[in-house]
């Protein structure tokens, strides 16, 4: 029987990794933290996802063979890793550490029972994810169970890129299991960190050059998405397919994709020109589906977070500048990030409190960590002050 774990039942767990290994064959293990979730998921042993396709032709599926434990449920956890092929998790970055005592446990197990290679595959948004979480899992092993994790068990990042927006009402439908993703396919892998071979997976694309994948999910897509969302928040919209079929949105973000895709291919020259491009193209597409009714609001929120250095909008900007490249269009992406306001996003309420009570030089100091004395500390600030004026919005 082909086995898998899935760590987090949300909305990537099922409404992405679950279809693959679903797709593929796999008997699912989820394995879920909050109790009525577990609770609903075995008494159905099914849930509904609707796959959105980009041309406007959806499909709905129907996945089953699977099963739910709850994080307490420790031994028969131990136990599904000890036999799976392959685990995968999705439980956001900060629960990484409540999961790596379960990973002990089963690794543990794995090398008494079943000592063949395990590789671990986060789908986090976190750059170090899989080095995160192997020092966390192994601060919980014997000298045995280390020796097996450096040598049997990889550590695997992923970049995640399938959209899944939140659900509500919306949709139609009315079933608290019900998850809407669109259909795109493929999940990259760093393939230089896999321990043996990795299981036949649906999907699966194993990538050599694994950090140029992820500057371009993060300066591209990432970039991208937060250039509709905030503009399209500031000019009145309320859906990203909405906002990129506004002429002056989408014309910023030709620019900002411009300018960043240059940047990566010069920073990147084994990269292929005519497959980014291609990449280029197909996301805004994607970004394009009314079908997936995505909200500026999901996409915009934690702008604190998205604003900070190591991030995709000054994150963009150093990106540019490594490669000779100017970053016109992503400096005023910056300054208009910092006037969002949402009052349903706490992050963006704490924005506005930082800018109102230290100024929004201060803030671009502190919070993107740029000199405002700067030329790009300057340029984000005229940005920011231009667009506020136009919008009034504060």
Not at 154 to 163: H, I, Y
Not at 225 to 247: R, S, V
Request: proline share 4%; hydrophobic share 40%.
């Amino acid at each position: 029987m082909k086995q898998a774990i899935q760590f987090g039942a949300g909305n990537i767990g099922r409404g992405f990794i679950g279809h693959l290994l679903w797709e593929s064959g796999y008997r699912i293990v989820f394995v879920e933290a909050y109790p009525e979730l577990v609770k609903l998921l075995n008494t159905r042993l099914k849930y509904p996802l609707r796959l959105l396709e980009k041309n406007g032709q959806e499909k709905n599926v129907t996945i089953d063979n699977f099963v739910v434990y709850q994080t307490e449920e420790k031994n028969k956890i131990s136990k599904a890793i000890a036999a799976s092929s392959i685990i995968f998790t999705a439980v956001g970055v900060k629960n990484l550490p409540a999961v790596a005592p379960l990973v002990a446990d089963g690794i543990q197990l794995r090398l008494k029972e079943n000592p063949h290679p395990l590789n671990i595959l986060l789908c986090e948004n976190l750059k170090d994810a899989p080095q995160f979480f192997k020092n966390e899992v192994e601060t919980h092993l014997n000298d045995e169970g280390k020796k097996f994790l450096q040598e049997k068990v990889g550590f695997v990042g992923t970049v995640v890129a399938r959209m899944v927006p939140v659900m509500d009402k919306r949709f139609g439908v009315d079933d608290p299991l019900f998850i809407v993703a669109e259909a795109y396919h493929k999940l990259p892998y760093d393939v230089t960190a896999v321990k043996g071979s990795l299981p036949e997976i649906a999907g699966l694309k194993p990538v050599q050059n694994f950090q140029s994948e992820v500057d371009k999910k993060l300066f591209i897509h990432n970039l991208g998405h937060a250039t509709i969302a905030y503009f399209g928040y500031l000019k009145g919209y309320e859906y990203i397919h909405q906002a990129i079929a506004d002429e002056e949105i989408k014309n910023l973000l030709d620019e900002v994709l411009k300018e960043t895709s240059s940047s990566i291919l010069r920073k990147y020259p084994d990269l292929d020109r005519i497959e980014v491009n291609e990449f280029v193209e197909d996301l805004k597409e994607r970004f394009f589906n009314p079908l997936l009714m995505d909200t500026v609001y999901r996409v915009g929120r934690d702008p604190i977070r998205k604003l900070g250095e190591d991030d995709r909008i000054i994150g963009g900007i150093a990106l540019c500048q490594s490669q000779k490249v100017f970053p016109d269009a992503i400096l005023k992406v910056a300054g208009i990030a910092l006037i969002y306001d949402y009052n349903q996003d706490a992050d963006a309420v704490r924005l506005q409190s930082m800018i109102k009570n230290e100024g929004v030089k201060e803030v671009v100091r502190k919070a993107c960590g740029v000199d405002p004395e700067s030329d790009v500390g300057e340029k984000i600030i005229q940005s920011y002050h231009q667009f506020r004026e136009r919008f009034r919005k504060l």
